[in-house]
């Protein structure tokens, strides 16, 4: 039976269509604004967190030798490297903060606990920048002993006290799990070859072998291999970049972080080699024949000692030199005190 | 004139299509309302992070280890070594150091201002962008040491910072 509506009825219909309509309208305006709000206080927050750690950062490099801790950050930081780019993201933000100005040397996660900042001064020899070792209290640092001389030995004893950190000796049945949620397992070629590693939770620990070849004066070189792909190898000059290597744990993070180093290293040559030349200039003007020349004139052993310096840091490093060159420099800063002149650095 | 008489639907119709267009309206002026605050918060803040810039600059630059003073191997705090301050200008000035000290310090005009010694100003660090759409400008008071002469001064550093 055909039925016919009349005139009323089709507009009582048009109007609650016309109101569904206008409504959903109005109803998927408001969650599609909610929702990009919501996402852009996220990017905020994620930014205003970054930007709080960089201030932090920046802050803790300006107090050179020092272990600062931070009770408990809230937040996970991941640390990455890509392409000779380091940086870092909060997790759960997709914002990534790139590390201009700091030299970092961090495991590859941190953070959601209390917070442990270290400051060395790299110096080569003269202080080049500060460098910051990150640690926390998930990260649980084992040195398997090599000895009273060995260098992991030696790395133990430079680690603060503040680290979680522990010297596994030849009597210690193994590596147990403490609760920890990451461990690195730093060696040697001197300590023993085998370490019982099966109490550990998979996944959740790493290896990294460092071995010093010799040293020159304070200033000990060597190489780095990683744990598990042993044909990674990265060499390093200095106890700031050896202990650099033991607070990553891991071969490709650390290079990445060293060949900023080495970077900063070699603007900051160039910056002492135009020292040297202008310091020249200031005792040419008191005596053209200025016995500080001897130390600070264009063929001065000042200059021929940084000249090397800036050879292997353009070239391919030969690790061995440049320790050797940074140990007559440190002789020279001593020397140039005796004579009379300006201290070198 | 001839009057028009408009029906009950018809009138029905009408208000219906005014109560959307006014809600329409209502809601247009809120988000004009909304944006225009937050417009104005996002340039306040704007320029407070230019301020911090600026100030976190001139104390990055300060503390730089290529311009601190140095004796026995240990640098002084808020202390700048006269011929390192020229040698870092020097060296930054092109060339692959200028590369990692644009990426540290940015677009900025860093000077020594020695307005209370008889020395001549010294820049620092100088690199401006091509485009200047501002720039906020700190002072911190510093010691310069002549190192040739054993002489120290009082001057203070002025950091420029260009957005």
């Known amino acids: ?5 009349n005139k009323g009825q089709v507009e009582i219909s048009f109007n609650w269509i016309f109101v569904l309509i206008a409504g959903g309208l109005i109803l998927f305006f408001f969650i599609t604004f909610i929702v990009n709000q919501r996402e852009a206080s996220m990017e905020e927050l994620g930014r205003r967190v970054q930007d709080r ?4 950062f920046t802050i803790i490099q300006q107090t050179p030798d020092s272990v600062q801790s931070f009770d408990h950050i809230a937040t996970e930081l991941e640390f990455m490297c890509e392409e000779g780019v380091q940086s870092y993201m909060v997790r759960g933000s997709s914002a ?6 700091q030299i970092i040397f961090s495991p590859r996660y941190i953070g959601d606990s209390r917070l442990v900042a270290w400051t060395r001064n790299f110096r080569g020899p003269y202080p080049v920048t500060p460098v910051l070792y990150l640690s926390d209290d998930r990260n649980m640092f084992y040195f398997i002993d090599d000895g009273e001389n060995g260098f992991v030995r030696d790395l133990f004893n430079r680690f603060p006290d503040a680290f979680q950190k522990e010297l596994i000796r030849e009597d210690n049945p193994g590596l147990e799990d403490k609760g920890y949620d990451f461990y690195t ?3 040697s070629d001197d300590s023993r070859s085998e370490f019982d590693v099966t109490l550990l939770p998979d996944d959740s620990y790493t290896r990294i072998r460092i071995n010093v070849t010799g040293r020159h004066g304070d200033v000990p070189y060597g190489e780095v291999r990683d744990g598990v792909d042993e044909d990674v190898v ?6 700031e970049m050896a202990l650099g290597a033991a607070v990553i744990g891991d071969a490709n993070l650390f290079e990445c972080s060293k060949d900023r180093l080495l970077q900063r290293y070699a603007a900051s040559n160039e910056v002492q080699i135009k020292r040297v030349h202008e310091l020249w200039g200031g005792y040419q003007a008191i005596n053209p024949d200025h016995r500080c020349g001897i130390i600070y004139n264009e063929t001065g052993l000042a200059m021929s000692g940084l000249e090397n310096i800036k050879s ?19 002789d020279l800063n001593d020397q140039s005190r005796r004579i009379g002149c300006a201290w070198f650095y | 004139m001839r009057m028009v008489l408009l029906r009950k639907s018809q009138v029905q119709m ?26 104005s918060g996002v340039e306040r803040e704007r320029e407070e992070v230019q301020e911090l810039d600026s100030i976190s600059t001139a104390i990055f630059v300060s503390r730089m280890e290529e311009i601190k003073c140095s004796r026995a191997g240990a640098t002084t705090y808020a202390c700048i070594d006269m011929y390192k301050a020229k040698a870092f200008h020097n060296a930054s000035s092109s060339g692959m150091p200028r590369e990692i000290y644009t990426s540290l310090i940015g677009y900025a005009n860093v000077t020594l201002n020695m ?3 008889t020395q001549k100003n010294i820049t620092i660090y100088s690199h401006e962008p091509s485009n200047i759409s501002g720039s906020v400008t700190a002072y911190m008071p510093v010691m310069v040491s002549d190192p040739v002469n054993n002489t120290q001064h009082f001057a203070y550093l002025e950091v420029e910072v260009f957005s």
Do not use: P, R
Not at chain 1, 312 to 328: C, F, K, Q, R, T
Not at chain 2, 14 to 20: F, L
């Open chain 1, 185 to 187: 397992i730093i060696f």
């Open chain 1, 1 to 5: 039976m055909k039925m016919v509506k």
């Open chain 1, 53 to 56: 750690f960089d201030s932090i």
């Open chain 2, 115 to 117: 307005h209370y010694s």
């Open chain 1, 312 to 330: 292997h840091l353009d070239g391919s490093v030969n690790y061995e030199d440049l320790a050797s060159i940074m140990s007559e420099l440190q």
């Open chain 1, 234 to 239: 990265v060499e390093f000059v200095g106890y």
């Open chain 1, 96 to 101: 990534v903060t790139f590390i201009d100005s």
């Open chain 2, 14 to 39: 009408g208000e219906t299509i005014s109560v959307v267009i006014i809600i329409v309206i209502l809601i247009v002026l809120g988000l004009v309302f909304y944006f225009s605050l937050s417009g």
